[in-house]
């Protein structure tokens, strides 16, 4: 599989420190896990947002339910209970702050992307699979509150 | 939520009646279920394409697997045994190629729309969940094969 260089990946992982640094005051950072770029993650909830510009691909969000519930009593303020429509909505809504965050970072150089709308993915230990010949990659963060990931999948875009 | 009209509907049951009939060879017929549209259907392989453009959302056809197994079968030509990397391949060129025959038809109807790159969830079971104030349509369809279902959310885009 191609790969996606550093240019095109860091906005993400930026984003998505800075967005659940800030949004729900949990630190997180990169993983220790070697990266590899066929690996996938099975996580319980994925918010998963299309791009399309000149780049053209996917971010999704994966976590574990205990880190899920954790990142959004935080962000919302409201003791999670489960996976229910008010943490769905939550996770969805920060992983709209992470690629509208990313999409700014961008911008800022000169890059236009688009976003779409975030689904969010319920499902134990499911996993995301990009297309064959789309250059994706995961990257796994640690936090105090439990491991989470990102999944970047981008190619050019027309 | 806010009703999609079937003028943003039926480009997308147009379009997932016409490929996977053509391309693989099963026809397909619109479900007898009652369309709720806070309805989600649980099933185990989806492939999941983000829109932006005119209207903002996402398309996602969700397939159980003994109806994925058979419709990639067809489609290929050679037997799907389960869903492995070849399948999901296939799952996700069928999403491609549903969000590509849409976007043409509401192009030939002067409405301009971008398509990402379809990501596919594999997970028994699994939900996907569009963003409240999204709205958001579950389309059933049955065939010889076994049920299927498209999941549509727009929103106006910008």
Do not use: C
Not at 40 to 69: H, M, N, R
Not at 105 to 111: L, N, V
Not at 130 to 143: A, L, Y
């Amino acid at each position: 599989m191609p790969k996606l260089s550093v240019e095109w990946i860091n906005p993400f992982i930026e984003a998505t420190e800075n967005i659940i640094g800030t949004v729900a005051m949990v630190k997180i950072t990169r993983g220790k896990l070697t990266l590899k770029e066929d690996s996938a993650v099975e996580y319980d909830v994925s918010g998963i947002i299309g791009i399309t510009g000149e780049a053209v691909g996917s971010i999704a969000l994966s976590f574990p339910k205990k880190t899920a519930l954790a990142i959004v009593t935080n962000f919302t303020g409201e003791e999670a209970m489960g996976i229910d429509n008010d943490t769905i909505d939550a996770i969805g809504e920060l992983t709209n702050m992470v690629a509208g965050s990313a999409k700014k970072i961008f911008s800022d150089k000169g890059i236009k992307l688009k976003i779409s709308i975030p689904n969010v993915v319920v499902g134990k230990n499911h996993t995301i699979v990009s297309p064959k010949g789309t250059p994706s990659i995961v990257i796994p963060f640690e936090s105090d509150v439990g491991e989470l990931a990102i999944q970047v999948s981008l190619k050019p875009g027309n």
